[in-house]
């Protein structure tokens, strides 16, 4: 059983950053692949960002990248999500998720654990 918990959410002005945290407990945390997810007001859950075992293979939608950057610190068994140039659409309750595969994934089905998600509004 893998126990993820985010932090680093908040609120910033447009054209801001912030950096979330998700840190890991329990499993086998090397092997597996890690993901973020949001979801806004009214919509369905969307994919962000994934990064598999190895922190080399990175999937980003397209909405985020060049602006977010997924990476992870095995020694602090930690996932981060650096987010720059944040727009108000940006705003949504982050989720970070694991998944037992070592390759990352866009589909939200693929992971197996989740955090409890932290808030992040972007004011215009």
């Known amino acids: 059983q893998v126990h993820l918990v985010e932090s680093g959410g908040g609120t910033v002005q447009a054209g801001g950053s912030l950096r979330l945290s998700c840190e890991s407990s329990g499993g086998t945390y090397s092997a597996i692949a890690m993901g973020w997810f949001r979801q806004a007001p009214g919509k369905e859950r969307e994919f962000v960002a994934a990064?598999?075992?190895?922190?080399?293979?990175?999937y980003y939608a397209d909405s985020v990248k060049g602006r977010f950057t997924i990476s992870r610190d095995h020694a602090k068994k930690t996932v981060y999500l650096q987010m720059a140039s944040l727009k108000p659409e940006d705003t949504a309750v982050y989720y970070c998720?694991?998944?037992?595969?070592?390759?990352?994934?866009?589909?939200?089905?693929?992971?197996?654990?989740w955090g409890q998600g932290t808030q992040v509004t972007v004011s215009s």
């Open positions: 998720s694991a998944s037992s595969q070592d390759y990352p994934s866009y589909a939200s089905d693929d992971y197996e654990y």
């Open positions: 990064l598999g075992w190895n922190g080399l293979n990175t």
